[in-house]
């Protein structure tokens, strides 16, 4: 598993509302761009972090390697100078509740950052040359941890897929099962509010993304003995 951070910028809510990430396949001179590049390396089940208006605002899984892919319909004249012809990634991403402010935790990020490449400057601004940078596994781990603890879990191991399985399966991890369950949890106990609201809030969240689709199409092994867990 090899851990990534992608700059959204105009198009994040076409990009994570969708499930994708996607960039043209070199810069409008012409040149190669190793932040473009990077999506060529990325593998099913990698992690990829969304940072976009100062905040890492969810987290996803890559549901397959990357792939040749026309520029999205969705992006409009905000993709009016980009090339027709891109690189493109599926993710099956989850938008923290609250999402992750940098420069409030700068200072426990800022060591874990690498010299070269890194999506991000010293102060918390992002890197504005960087689309996808892989990170550190000590940075993803630290993300995580500050956003939600229980995420953790998602680092612990790797899905199996079953020989029968689709070519191009979606999966949902054990751990955001049980982090989507005490999102629910909370939100139900939330007395506060109506009890149409909290049902509205509970619904969108479960129609976020394509986690649900095929569950049951893989085996998690057990992050300490390494056995397959049905």
Request: include cysteine; aromatic fraction near 10%.
């Amino acid at each position: 598993m090899r851990f990534w951070w992608v700059n959204h910028k105009k198009t994040f809510r076409h990009e994570v509302d969708n499930g994708y990430i996607w960039c043209p396949k070199r810069k409008r001179n012409g040149a190669l761009n190793h932040f473009y590049e990077t999506l060529r390396d990325v593998q099913q089940g990698d992690l990829i972090f969304s940072f976009a208006s100062t905040k890492v605002q969810a987290v996803g899984v890559a549901r397959q390697p990357c792939y040749s892919c026309p520029k999205p319909d969705e992006f409009g004249k905000v993709g009016d100078l980009w090339n027709a012809l891109g690189w493109r990634v599926d993710v099956d991403f989850m938008r923290f509740p609250r999402p992750l402010r940098v420069k409030d935790v700068i200072g426990e990020i800022r060591p874990l950052l690498t010299e070269r490449y890194s999506p991000l400057k010293p102060t918390g601004d992002g890197n504005q040359n960087a689309y996808l940078a892989e990170i550190p596994r000590g940075l993803a781990a630290k993300v995580l941890s500050l956003a939600d603890p229980l995420l953790l879990g998602l680092m612990q191991s790797a899905p199996v897929l079953r020989e029968d399985a689709p070519q191009v399966p979606t999966f949902e991890p054990p751990v955001l099962v049980e982090w989507e369950e005490q999102i629910e949890r909370k939100i139900e106990a939330t007395i506060s509010l109506p009890e149409t609201t909290r049902r509205a809030l509970i619904d969108a969240r479960r129609g976020q993304g394509r986690f649900k689709e095929a569950v049951h199409r893989y085996e998690w092994p057990d992050p300490v003995s390494g056995t397959i867990q049905n």
